[in-house]
């Protein structure tokens, strides 16, 4: 099975700051990455697929880029409503693989 | 509008059997793949279970092969999962979640159910 390595596991930040997570795949997964956000007792929320592209309706904020096996979640200035876990997903293999999560934390 | 409503959750002990539903609306079921997804209390997300938009292809995390069963009843929209031989590790939030895209197999996730809670406990 294809390994995802999320960093950092959580993440201390500001209102307003600009925020990377990065994940990695333990082989190439071309571009076949997602990301969620999920809000405590909430359901996963799709954000980005194939890697860069903004799933309708998210804001702008939101980024994602790489290929291969290196990939980010940028968020330009971080918002009250990004307060959350991210996820990220490869969807390369039918054995789908999931990040073990990044916190993003309220400084 | 696109909903998805996971029930058959409950406590059960190890050994134990459990099956669960997801019922969809708001889309054409027949036409996306579908997906098991579980989350353990305070841990992240484990996918479990994909079954191709016409039934015929399965796929299985490890951790389940050989103990769980995933189908669809189109007639019903409805998705299932049949768990047998539990084991307390298998406690977790079970989500049902739809295939992005009608018919690609391998497709982010979107919508997700909010979800069902399975204990294994003696």
């Known amino acids: ?107 | 509008q696109v909903q998805l409503v996971e029930s058959g959750g409950g406590v059960v002990q190890p050994g134990g059997s459990l099956r669960l539903s997801c019922a969809a609306s708001g889309f054409a079921f027949s036409s996306y793949p579908m997906n098991w997804v579980r989350q353990a209390p305070g841990k992240g997300l484990e996918w479990v279970a994909l079954l191709s938009y016409d039934g015929t292809n399965k796929f299985y995390a490890d951790s389940v092969k050989g103990r769980f069963t995933i189908s669809r009843d189109s007639s019903k929209s409805t998705l299932y999962l049949q768990m047998d031989n539990l084991r307390p590790e298998d406690t977790a939030l079970y989500y049902c979640a739809r295939g992005r895209w009608q018919q690609l197999v391998l497709t982010p996730f979107d919508p997700w159910g909010q979800g069902s809670l399975v204990t294994v406990s003696s």
């Open chain 1, 1 to 107: 099975d294809i390994q995802m390595t999320q960093s950092p596991s959580t993440l201390s930040a500001s209102v307003g700051d600009r925020v990377t997570i990065t994940c990695r795949a333990s082989q190439s997964i071309r571009s076949w990455l997602a990301w969620y956000q999920q809000k405590p007792g909430k359901a996963p929320k799709l954000l980005i697929y194939k890697a860069s592209s903004l799933e309708t309706g998210v804001p702008s904020r939101f980024s994602g880029s790489g290929s291969g096996t290196e990939f980010t979640l940028t968020i330009s200035s971080l918002q009250p409503d990004d307060f959350a876990t991210y996820y990220c997903q490869q969807y390369n293999s039918y054995s789908s693989t999931f990040g073990q999560g990044t916190k993003v934390e309220i400084k």
